[in-house]
């Protein structure tokens, strides 16, 4: 099966610009997690989604990311504006059902602010 | 809330030596408990997972993690590294809830294998 679709790979951009994340999971997942991985650091949950709802969002900095999965397939990262904290890698996820036998990760978008 | 612990930021072993990874979590039930390991520039990739039952777990490359639920630990083994192993290695633990399934992670050991 096809894994998990992530793009760009790489991102440069100057602080206070926007930027997108695309993510395009698994068929037939109905879950699907952006995850935030700072260097050195283990990935942290940002967003939580089942189908096409919002199941958990409480550690998404909301006064600037935003984030969406319209027709419960596809989803999309947004940060406006970037801060220089934002430098990351930027994981999407997705799992069958609750999560629980694991969850299979994209490559990976990694954003530098500068 | 759940936590991960991942005492040892970095290990360097000689290939062919012993590896023992070291995880310890924090979780008020039974756990779902993981390991993944991350090659440069790539995503995570599930190395084995327990449930319950046999508390040794085998999983792919040749990787073994034992849970220890007297000392919360899921420590991840190999008897002989390959330099291909060298990458860097994340313990989870999963917590099923109303407030939506969550996969939380420690913060990795990163994994040098000296030829």
């Known amino acids: 099966e096809a894994g998990v679709a992530q793009s760009p790979r790489y991102k440069i951009i100057e602080k206070r610009q926007s930027v997108a994340f695309w993510c395009n999971p698994i068929?037939?997942?109905?879950?699907l997690y952006w995850y935030q991985q700072i260097l050195g650091q283990g990935p942290k949950l940002l967003i939580q989604f089942q189908n096409n709802g919002v199941v958990d969002d409480s550690q998404l900095p909301k006064d600037r990311f935003s984030a969406e999965r319209l027709k419960g397939v596809d989803s999309t990262l947004k940060i406006q504006p970037a801060k220089l904290e934002d430098s990351a890698v930027y994981l999407c996820a997705s799992s069958s059902g609750q999560g629980i036998y694991g969850y299979t990760f994209g490559s990976g978008t990694r954003l530098t602010v500068v | 809330a759940q936590s991960v612990t991942q005492p040892d930021i970095h290990i360097t072993v000689s290939e062919g030596a012993s590896l023992e990874l070291r995880c310890n979590y924090s979780y008020g039930a039974t756990p779902y408990l993981f390991w993944y390991v991350q090659s440069p520039g790539q995503g995570l990739q599930l190395l084995l997972k327990?449930?319950?039952?046999?508390?040794l777990v085998q999983g792919i490359k040749g990787f073994e993690a034992e849970f220890k639920r007297s000392q919360s630990s899921f420590n991840l083994r190999k008897p002989s590294v390959h330099w291909s192993d060298a990458a860097e290695y994340f313990c989870?633990?999963?917590?099923?809830?109303?407030?939506?399934?969550?996969?939380?992670f420690g913060t990795g050991t990163q994994l040098k294998v000296e030829l």
């Open positions: 327990y449930f319950s039952g046999d508390t």
């Open positions: 989870a633990v999963f917590s099923p809830g109303g407030g939506g399934n969550k996969l939380t």
């Open positions: 068929s037939g997942h109905a879950t």
